[in-house]
């Protein structure tokens, strides 16, 4: 017995000792988890590794997990084992459905650019319906963007943008609102959409979302499980990401249609990061610090459609589909291309929408190779032959009559009655969009500056009208307005007064797109006479619009300067790299290629459909003008961006000019100085 009592007292004694040591060595095991916890986690993310079970909640548990001994679908334990999973990395279980969801995407953004479907417009005052919006950011947030995005704008745009030109948009659906069903009230969502927007650089950022949806989804579950038609009918009217975006871009840039990058910064969706993190694996070997320039992939490819299926990737697909048209018309030949990179294993997205036409991104690429001369495309789907002689000619013939028809108009024999237009007559059948201070682009401020007639953004003016309400026409009859397949016409430029000078940003006629309605269809395309009588409204053609604002916002009979802004009509391009070709040069920076009416350069520029405008604006108010002498710079401020300046100085301004410019080479506009940056200057002035 008293052997037995012993035995029971040093087991007494022994239990509590063991359980002190099994306690201590859990707690060293416990802080060793704590301090390798982000070591295992990358290991895992690196791998794309998750466990069978879920993460161990026991101490032997964790302790099997530091280790390797817990059951995963892939041991990681070795560098062999890496790199076997690196050549197998097997797709997310979804990757066959987002390639084919992509795929379907990518048909309603071409259905969109060509105009088969209708769009959606928004104005901003929709978001008074229960949205705040502020501007107001944390410093550390602007910071630990441009640590994640700075070698993105670095290699883009040759540096990140001063605070001054980024700008912060943060809308706050935390307010009562209406519906989208319009039958009741509803408390706020608690949405939120934080984006910087860089309108220097053409690109929106997405930085935080939460989307309305699931935002109803949520503050329900506990209440009422809703459907998914429940849910949508307790939406506001804006909701998605996509249109939150657009408004938010559309009030901190003069020129939303011009809009080029998407970029989502430090994306937390579990499902996007699953993709990417798999194509990091299987074309990098990692997945945690695969740094800008990351991977890119073009938006056709099997992997640029899988991302476009992200709940990440379809905000841009669902933007480009609903506002494609408030875009520039040149969407239609856009070829998106997607970058996904990480930074300290933030994951980030960036969509190009590269608004060149394969035409341009061909100049971009010879502009990369150290301007080695282009080869012209021969044919496009309008069948227009770029860079041929054919073209050069046929423009050229128009310039002759346009410069025949102006020589009359100055020597006061041109009998043809010309209409005064009073700004009201834009009531019938057009809409006046914007019309703000805002100064034209860098590039255009450059010209300006070098012509000496730099603006301020008091005396610069940017009007959008657009075409697209029910009007009289000329013969005194209704007409109902029909949106045509590329869109309906836009004037939308920029009066500057101050700087005798105006810069278009897009042109649309309506007389044009009728024809082109008429064609799509088939059809026998009406005589313009008709067209203009009975289809368009009586103030249409472009000289007319641009003379009748020119002179609201102030501007006299002294406009001196007529700029097109990133020229992308087919036959103006091919005229423009014909000629390039003939001088031996590729496409310069500005003062560019130069050239008067005694040439034949010169008499073909005014012949383009980019030209022949200025040409009828002139004509048509020579009387007011007096007599010009006008010259035609045509230049690339950036490779792929194609710009023509009309310098139309009276006759005697200009000729002065040009006597001081030839006489003092070192002060003149095009100088050795001017461009020495411009490697592709022309040798010498026609």
């Not at 009531?427 to 255009?444: M, V, Y």
Request: aromatic share 10%; proline share 6%; glycine share 6%.
């Amino acid at each position: 017995m008293a052997t037995s009592t012993a035995v029971w007292r040093v087991f007494a004694l022994l239990v509590p000792a063991i359980l002190l040591l099994l306690t201590a060595y859990h707690g060293t095991l416990e802080f060793r988890s704590e301090v390798s916890r982000t070591t295992l986690a990358d290991q895992r993310a690196d791998l794309g590794v998750v466990p069978t079970e879920q993460g161990p909640t026991s101490g032997l548990k964790r302790i099997a997990l530091h280790f390797g001994l817990q059951h995963h679908a892939v041991d990681f334990s070795s560098s062999s084992d890496h790199q076997s999973l690196i050549e197998r990395a097997d797709p997310p279980s979804n990757y066959a459905a987002l390639v084919c969801k992509g795929g379907l995407l990518l048909e309603s953004i071409k259905a969109a650019f060509e105009g088969s479907t209708p769009g959606i417009s928004f104005p901003e005052s929709e978001l008074d319906n229960g949205w705040t919006k502020t501007s107001e950011v944390q410093e550390e947030d602007v910071e630990a963007v441009e640590r994640r995005w700075k070698g993105t704008f670095d290699e883009l745009f040759g540096a990140y943008p001063p605070k001054p030109d980024i700008k912060p948009v943060i809308l706050v659906q935390n307010k009562d609102y209406d519906t989208i069903l319009d039958d009741h009230v509803d408390r706020p969502t608690k949405a939120e959409s934080r984006g910087f927007y860089y309108p220097g650089q053409q690109l929106a950022m997405s930085v935080v979302s939460y989307s309305a949806a699931q935002r109803i989804l949520d503050r329900n579950r506990n209440e009422k499980p809703l459907t998914k038609a429940e849910r949508d009918g307790l939406l506001p009217t804006i909701a998605k990401l996509s249109d939150l975006i657009w408004l938010a871009w559309s009030t901190v840039t003069s020129n939303p249609e011009r809009l080029r990058y998407l970029a989502r910064d430090n994306i937390s969706n579990e499902n996007t990061k699953a993709d990417m993190r798999y194509l990091f694996l299987r074309d990098k070997g990692q997945a945690n610090s695969v740094v800008w320039p990351g991977l890119s992939y073009d938006g056709d490819s099997d992997e640029g459609k899988a991302l476009l299926a992200t709940p990440n990737g379809r905000a841009t697909a669902w933007l480009l589909t609903d506002h494609g048209h408030q875009m520039d018309w040149r969407l239609k030949s856009r070829q998106l291309r997607v970058y996904i990179f990480s930074y300290a294993g933030e994951y980030c997205m960036l969509w190009d929408l590269e608004p060149q036409s394969p035409h341009s991104r061909s100049k971009r690429n010879d502009h990369m190779k150290q301007h080695t001369k282009s080869q012209p495309q021969k044919s496009t789907e309008h069948h227009v032959k770029r860079g041929e002689k054919d073209d050069f000619d046929a423009a050229k013939k128009q310039g002759d009559i346009a410069y025949d028809e102006m020589q009359a108009a100055f020597d006061g024999v041109c009998t043809k009655e010309v209409r005064d237009w009073d700004p009201s007559a834009f009531e019938n059948g057009w809409n006046r969009r914007k019309d703000l201070n805002a100064l034209p682009g860098k590039e255009w401020l450059d010209v300006l500056e070098q012509v000496g007639k730099a603006p301020t953004t008091e005396t610069s003016f940017y009007v959008d009208m657009v075409h697209n309400k029910d009007f009289t026409n000329s013969e005194g009859q209704p007409v109902q307005f029909i949106k045509v397949f590329k869109g309906f016409p836009v004037y939308a430029q920029k009066y500057i007064p101050a700087s005798s000078a105006i810069i278009i940003d897009q042109i649309r006629s309506p007389a044009y797109l009728v024809k082109a309605r008429f064609v799509s269809q088939g059809q026998q395309a009406p005589s313009s006479k008709q067209i203009n009588d009975q289809y368009v409204p009586p103030l249409n053609r472009w000289s007319d619009a641009t003379w009748t604002l020119w002179k609201e916002k102030g501007g006299g009979n002294d406009l001196q300067y007529i700029g097109h802004d990133y020229i992308a009509n087919l036959q103006t391009e091919s005229v423009m790299e014909y000629i390039y070709d003939q001088h031996g040069n590729g496409p310069p920076e500005f003062p560019g290629l130069e050239f008067g009416m005694d040439s034949d350069e010169g008499r073909a520029l005014l012949g383009t459909a980019n030209g022949i405008g200025t040409a009828r604006l002139l004509i048509d108010h020579a009387s007011e003008l007096g007599r010009r002498d006008v010259r035609i710079h045509i230049f690339e401020p950036e490779p792929g961006y194609s710009c023509m300046l009309f310098d139309m100085r009276p006759a005697q301004l200009q000729s002065r000019a040009l006597g001081e410019r030839d006489g003092n080479s070192t002060k003149a506009l095009g100088s050795a100085k001017r461009h020495k940056k411009s490697k592709r200057h022309n040798k010498s002035r026609p």
